[in-house]
């Protein structure tokens, strides 16, 4: 993937671990920072809105969402309703209006994928229905993807999937179960 859309929960996923007092992103890899410079990142002023907004809370969410705002000098941020190629208003897809906005934004930009965590339900189907060109990525498989290619090891992965899972209430997801599986 050479350019991408993330939307805020997967932003914050890939952020939880460097977030998490018993994870030490100086000796293990950051996902966050793995995945800020290995592509063009964009990310729509309503993500960025939803991200200062988690940003106030005092849980491991608002540490997350404060340390990808620390991260704004490696990601581009547009507004997609602002663009000539684009609709002044977003439309409804019943999403939420961080995911919807990475659609547009991605659908005008044709990047390569659109970062997100829906991986479970309807709103994975409904994100693939909208999206016109970009594949789908969601965060869990980014980080295989990372051990799949070598820039991180497998154990390290399923450290992170592991770590992250623990904060996003990932459990025994059964896709969480299958990319561990194929590790």
Same mark, same amino acid.
Do not use: P, Y
């Given at each position: 993937m050479q350019t991408t859309v993330a939307d805020t929960s997967a932003l914050i996923s890939l952020a939880v671990p460097a977030a998490d007092a018993t994870y030490d992103t100086t000796t293990d890899p950051d996902p966050l920072q793995l995945? #800020? !410079? @290995?592509?063009t990142v964009h990310v729509p002023t309503q993500v960025e809105t939803e991200l200062r907004t988690t940003a106030q809370y005092t849980d491991i969410? +608002? $540490?997350a969402a404060t340390n990808v705002l +620390? $991260? @704004?000098?490696?990601y581009h941020v547009e507004d997609p309703l602002q663009r000539s190629d684009t609709q002044s208003s977003l439309p409804t897809y019943g999403l939420? %209006?961080? %995911? !919807? +906005?990475? &659609?547009i934004l991605a659908n005008a930009r044709d990047v390569d994928g659109f970062l997100t965590d829906e991986f479970a339900g309807t709103n994975f189907a409904l994100i693939h229905a909208a999206l016109t060109g970009s594949r789908i990525v969601p965060a869990p498989c980014l980080v295989c993807d990372y051990a799949r290619n070598e820039h &991180? !090891? $497998? +154990? %390290?992965?399923?450290? #992170?999937l592991s770590v992250m899972g623990r904060h996003r209430s990932w459990g025994n997801n059964p896709y969480i179960q299958q990319l561990l599986k194929a590790l």
């Open positions: 995945f #800020l !410079t @290995s592509c969410h +608002a $540490a +620390a $991260a @704004s000098a490696h939420d %209006e961080g %995911e !919807t +906005a990475g &659609i &991180i !090891t $497998a +154990a %390290e992965a399923r450290q #992170l």
